[in-house]
């Protein structure tokens, strides 16, 4: 008996009985739809947070004081460093990595801002004349801090979109002087809205020149440097020179840490596959379920089918062509629960990506093939017993059989 | 040189403690061309008989010798390609599939051919099937199912299978029981024909008048064969 033949007659007793079959295969629909679904929504927050990343920027190099384990890449607990990181620590960057395009020492505080009667409580970026070069903060009005403001710690400040809407509504605010605790700020710039990216609300921000943040928070050190290479291959050079330059301004010692975009986005993405593999294994299990169902139904089949075993027997049929029959009608079971979840799970992931654009998880192509094979493999794992069991059947028993 | 060849066949049963002897010591021969009817009352063994020598059930104890070869010990797929190429079967309730039309029943056993040599194409599977269905008179309705036929016609689809793959042998299993007088004469005069062109016949019936139209009656009780009687 040939393949197409095993095929024909596996679809063909599948759709006599249509009701049946439907019922057979959900359980393997819901458990291949999962695992699709599931897969995609893991990918779809890898896309997500691999555009938030890049959304902030490129070729960012982010030095934080203090040491940790390199590999965790994830950053050196805050207040871990022996010594303070200071402006001169960029200032001897800026000099001297060829390899740097841009470099700045980042001071973070919260403060409350407060214009006549409206009050805000907001946090405020520290940073030079520099700052916009290295993550993306588009200025939407008047323009950011220049290198002098920043060396003499003149009191101005960029404020974003959300913060000046609370404190102006709608009147110009260019120029206008607000009170950051007890300090006034003269307002030079407002970013464009941003929006949130990796949980920080750029709209609810405001930045100041370092030695004004230092001043305002009473404060000597940074809280790290913040630097960009000049060239995606540069990177790797540009980590070198930082930590050349600030491992010989430390006498040799290594109480810092040097992060790169990449190597942050390699743990994040580690991270999240580890999250979709464990949510994948997790749908595995409604697999399981769907196989038994298949084994289950094909025990009905086998019993209810006696008769016919028996007459193809009679008419030349080997054990071992009931066995395949029996087993393409499970495998086709199977898998035709497999193109069912496969195709609804992509319908579904599509449908949520045109409801929400920002998150894509759009079935990865990757998935289909794989889907496919798992449902295949459960049709033969579960369809095997029944299908031997059939094929051991003593022919005269079952021609007999009513 | 025998088609078929007993010695000393015997065949147990266990129901419960007891056992039941179904076949005693059955020691027959039939030559080629034959047309044998195997007689006796229920429970007399002659289907018994009648599945071990069509391969369906195998002897306690004794010899079988098939076109002079021992079956003793052949393997699964040997012996359902000996069913499947040397021999056809009709029984009593057509054990028919219900599911497919004519056409695909009587093609059956040529699709399983392929599992024993056979090199048919789809197209020449057909072909063979349509024709078989032709000498049985029924190409017309190839493509009704089984419950779309009357009973005659059933057995004629079912006899049409037995013989497409052009079988030495033809075991047939009370084939007029379920019939009409009308309808049993016709498949009695198939089996004639059949038999006229070298088709050699093995029939359990317990019916006399259409034992007596065999050239040869064996006539069994309780599983020995007591009377072999040939015709004219």
């Keep these: 008996m040939g393949f197409r033949e095993i095929v024909r007659l596996g679809l063909e007793s599948l759709l006599a009985q249509k009701l049946r079959t439907a019922l057979t295969i959900l359980g393997m629909v819901i458990g291949v739809g999962a695992i699709v679904l599931l897969v995609s929504l893991g990918q779809g927050a890898k896309n997500y947070v691999t555009s938030e990343f890049e959304g902030l920027g490129t070729n960012l190099i982010v030095v934080q004081p203090g040491k940790s384990d390199k590999k965790t890449h994830m950053g050196p607990p805050v207040g871990a460093a022996q010594r303070k990181m200071t402006t001169a ?5 800026e000099k001297r990595a060829l390899n740097v395009e841009a470099v700045s020492g980042l001071v973070l505080g919260t403060v409350t801002v407060r214009f006549e009667d409206a009050i805000s409580n907001i946090t405020v970026f520290g940073t030079n004349e520099q700052f916009p070069f290295i993550l993306s903060v588009p200025i939407g009005r008047g323009q950011y801090f220049t290198r002098e403001e920043d060396e003499y710690g003149r009191r101005v400040v960029v404020l974003g979109r959300n913060v000046v809407n609370e404190l102006f509504g709608d009147a110009d605010p260019i120029g206008q002087t607000v009170k950051l605790n007890e300090s006034e700020f003269r307002i030079i710039g407002v970013l464009q809205p941003m929006g949130n990216k990796l949980g920080l609300d750029f709209d609810e921000l405001g930045f100041i020149p370092t030695e004004a943040a230092l001043k305002l928070f009473n404060d000597d050190k940074l809280f790290g440097i913040r630097a960009k290479a000049s060239s995606r291959v540069g990177v790797d050079d540009a980590v070198a020179e930082i930590s050349e330059i600030l491992k010989e301004r430390r006498d040799g010692e290594e109480d810092f840490t040097v992060l790169t975009q990449v190597s942050m986005m390699e743990s994040m993405n580690t991270i999240l596959n580890m999250l979709t593999y464990v949510l994948a294994a997790i749908a595995a299990i409604s697999m399981l379920v769907g196989g038994i ?8 089949t086998v019993v209810e089918r006696t008769q016919e075993i028996g007459i193809r027997r009679a008419v030349g049929a080997r054990r071992v062509d009931i066995l395949k029959q029996l087993l393409a009608e499970a495998v086709a079971l199977s898998v035709l629960g497999g193109a069912v979840g496969v195709g609804g799970a992509v319908i579904i992931t599509v449908g949520l990506y045109l409801a929400f654009p920002s998150f894509d998880m759009r079935a990865p192509l990757w998935i289909i093939a794989p889907a496919f094979l798992v449902a295949f493999v459960v049709g033969v794992v579960f369809g095997v017993v029944p299908a031997w069991r059939a094929s051991r059947i003593e022919i005269l028993d079952a021609l007999r059989y009513e | 040189m025998s088609l078929i060849r007993t010695e000393s066949l015997n065949k147990n049963f266990t129901r419960g403690d007891e056992t039941i002897r179904a076949i005693r010591v059955l020691t027959l021969s039939v030559e080629p061309g034959e047309f044998i009817s195997i007689t006796g009352a229920s429970g007399s063994g002659k289907s018994t008989l009648l599945y071990i020598l069509g391969l369906l059930d195998t002897p306690t104890s004794g010899r079988y010798f098939l076109n002079n070869e021992p079956v ?11 069913r ?6 009709v029984f009593q309730s057509f054990h028919l599939l219900p599911r497919a039309s004519a056409l695909r029943n009587v093609m059956m056993p040529l699709v399983y051919g392929a599992g024993h040599g056979g090199v048919l194409s789809e197209a020449e599977q057909r072909e063979r099937a349509i024709s078989a269905l032709e000498v049985v008179g029924l190409k017309d309705r190839m493509n009704h199912r089984p419950n779309e036929l009357s009973g005659g016609q059933r057995q004629r689809v079912a006899i049409a299978r037995a013989v497409v ?4 042998l033809i075991f047939a299993d009370e084939p007029t029981g379920n019939l009409d007088s009308k309808s049993g004469r016709d498949i009695l005069g198939l089996f004639e024909r059949l038999n006229a062109q070298g088709v050699t016949i093995l029939m359990v019936t317990h019916d006399p008048s259409i034992a007596e139209r065999a050239r040869r009656q064996l006539i069994l009780r309780d599983g020995a064969l007591v009377e072999d009687r040939r015709g004219i």
């Excluded at chain 1, 169902?293 to 009905?300: A, L, Q, R």
């Excluded at chain 2, 003793?72 to 000996?82: I, K, P, V, W």
């Excluded at chain 2, 793959?165 to 030495?168: E, F, G, R, V």
């Design chain 1, 89 to 93: 620590d960029v200032m001897a960057i």
């Design chain 1, 293 to 300: 169902g298949i084994m289950n139904i094909m025990w009905v």
């Design chain 2, 72 to 82: 003793e010990g052949l393997s699964d797929t040997e012996l359902a390609g000996l």
């Design chain 2, 84 to 89: 499947n190429r040397f021999m056809g079967f």
């Design chain 2, 165 to 168: 793959n052009n079988p030495k």
